[in-house]
């Protein structure tokens, strides 16, 4: 079931948005060569305490996965793609890192997903990163009342095929409300003008991820969480919560 938003709640979801993008610009701001993703994620657990906020991913448990999740945040590093759990690994320079974190607040959840190089960044690893900012910018833009969710998808895959990625339609946007993962799914590739229409009040997650080796297929790490490209390609993973209104898409996952 797809359920739109008043006014006055995507005001509410822009606070618990603007939580997650506060959390997620400290755990980059922490995040340098030889610091652990667990004290990446210590960090982010900070930000959702102080701001009386929730994990919408501790515990988190979908049908998919053999255990809890264990943090606040996901914790990506070079050809893992999605769903990496912050272990005691120290990032080394030239790692490609890329951090999932949602939260909750008064009832309402936002999830926002940001990628980025440790120290050096390697030329290759700058061009996949922006290629998944620009298909996001792409994908926001297409939010617009009246379009429909393939017209995001389209406008998502389009971006990355252009760049030579690899695209895997399994995990992609949702819709987001008082749960992290609601109605509707907005996969990151499709066909223009199908799907359902987009009204105003509709919240979607939107979140490209490429695989850099361009083949669009990934493997699942014993723990049955940490997702990877099969090749052992790197991978680039952005997100932002966003509103469909009649004044053009919102971005809620904002500071
Ligand atoms: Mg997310
Ligand atoms: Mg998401």
């Known amino acids: 079931m797809v359920e739109l938003k008043t006014p006055g709640e995507i005001e509410a979801m822009r606070a618990a948005g603007r939580v997650v993008a506060q959390s997620l610009a400290a755990v980059r701001k922490h995040a340098a060569v030889g610091v652990r993703l667990t004290e990446l994620d210590e960090v982010a657990r900070e930000v959702l305490r102080s701001a009386g906020a929730t994990s919408p991913f501790l515990g988190y448990r979908p049908r998919f996965a053999p255990v809890p999740f264990p ?107 008082h749960t992290m993962h609601e109605d509707p799914s907005v996969p990151n590739e499709g066909r223009a003008g199908r799907g359902l229409r987009l009204r105003p009040g509709l919240v979607i997650a939107i979140e490209p991820w490429f695989l850099a080796g361009g083949k669009d297929d990934y493997r699942i790490d014993d723990d049955g969480w940490t997702m990877r490209s099969a090749d052992g390609s790197r991978a680039a993973h952005v997100e932002h919560t966003v509103a469909v209104t009649a004044q053009g898409p919102l971005i809620l996952t904002a500071l």
């Open 71 to 177: 943090a606040v945040i996901c914790t990506s590093v070079n050809d893992a793609a999605l769903h990496g759990i912050p272990t005691r690994y120290q990032l080394a320079d030239g790692d490609l890192l890329s951090v999932d974190c949602g939260a909750t607040l008064d009832g309402w959840t936002g999830d926002s997903a940001i990628s980025f190089t440790i120290g050096r960044e390697h030329e290759s690893d700058k061009r996949l990163i922006d290629t998944a900012y620009d298909a996001l910018k792409a994908g926001i833009a297409a939010a617009v009342a009246d379009a429909k969710i393939g017209d995001i998808s389209a406008a998502i895959g389009a971006v990355g095929r252009a760049g030579g990625y690899g695209i895997n339609t399994d995990f992609g946007g949702h819709g987001v409300g």
